[in-house]
């Protein structure tokens, strides 16, 4: 292992957690702003080849979501076993830990391919996309699906460099990622010389592309830390405790965020009741929120880390400072981030789309939607504890009640039962979602450890 990132892993346990916030969730949180620039290139492009196309790719964001919550799963679940097992000293665990999800990863990747692309069509209609909507949603999210593998590994291999307290490499990676989609996905979208126009096919072909340079780097630098030192192949081969300990924390992990695809898939249709423009409004408010959104979801990188390997070290005090910190730094930011974004909305829309009623139905599902933005903070931050904490199901639990029980329930009951359309929708979004950080909030007082019977604090 390289000695920056021997020094790196062990200051998690002894620097001022303050500081260490900071490292890891700014590197986190500008790779994550780049994904996002790379989403809404995405978006702007198929913005600029119809309306249709727009609403394809706001139809295909919850089918993709299953990659995402795999890629999700498999990354901070194994983040957080890799950064227990170091913060405790045993590298030749936290080693065989990662060997494990790597393996696994890449049979999940193929279960997923598989599945995914037979099913594409079905899913696309039950998402309410139709006639021309329906048949660029397949061109686009098939390939995707099919080269799952690349995006299961790629967060197992970030998954050694975040439990190492690396968090630049991949904000690296997807800066490069990022500038190279920018002037790839229009280049294979609208063809040029001997390129035929692939149109939404395209835009996933480029994404494959730089994804598949993603993850080389990601490899070649998690192969310079110590977990690293002295892995071999049948490091990868399952054996069954180790592969208990590696899905006991991934499954939950990646179920509640696959519980998040289900929440966006029902938002979804019921947006598609009210037309392809409500839809496409929906899909753009999706980016607008990520991009807000992306300061916590740094922190919550930092969290698991720092959470994974004071707890693993024997510093309960340092597990309930980082806490602090994170949840008092995501809440201010997202209050600040809503009182934006509710004053900004229309032009925010307008950079976007020219279609008047896509606009209009964007401003409107923005103004109310805001309001859910700091609860988001106290439930992503607080899902993040628990990981670190290795107590995943909690987590699951406040997953299944905000994306698969409640929105049916509550979206009904304002869209259609009390006549409020489209804005009955968006209403729903922070009543659901307050509902979800006061039950985090509850969990976390009844499984953080307590400070009374910690060491000296050291930071």
Known sequence: MSAPHEARADALTRAPIPVLVRRLAVPSATAMALQTV???TNSYWAGTWSTAALAALATAFPIFFVIIAASFGFGQGSAALVAHALGAGNLAEARRLWGQALGLAAACGLLVALAGTASAPMLASLLGARDEVHELTVAYIVPLLGAAPLFLLGAVANAALTASGDTRSLRDATAVATLVNAGLAPLLMFGGGLLPALGVAGIAASHLLVQTGQLAWLGWRARRTRLAHGFVAADLVPRAELARRVLGQTVPNTLTMMATGVGLAVVTAFAARHGPAAVAAYGV?????????????????????L????????EPRRVVET??????SGVGIMTA???????ARAPLFAVFTDDPAVHDLGALY??????????????????GVLQGLRRPLPALLIGTGRHVLAPPVVLWTLDVGLGLGFAGVALGVPLISWV?????????????????VSRASTG
């Open 38 to 40: 790379f989403n809404v």
């Open 323 to 328: 806490v602090r910190v994170a949840l008092t």
């Open 436 to 452: 979800g950080a006061a039950a985090t909030g509850l969990l976390l007082w009844r499984y953080l450890p307590r400070p009374a």
């Open 337 to 343: 981030g809503a009182l934006l974004v509710f004053l």
């Open 285 to 305: 408010a999706l980016r607008i929120e990520q991009l807000v959104l992306l300061p916590t979801l740094g922190l919550n990188a930092a969290t698991v880390a």
């Open 366 to 383: 923005l103004g109310l939607a805001v309001f859910a933005f700091p609860a988001y903070a106290l439930v992503v931050l607080g899902a």
């Open 307 to 314: 959470v994974g390997q004071n707890l693993g070290a024997g």
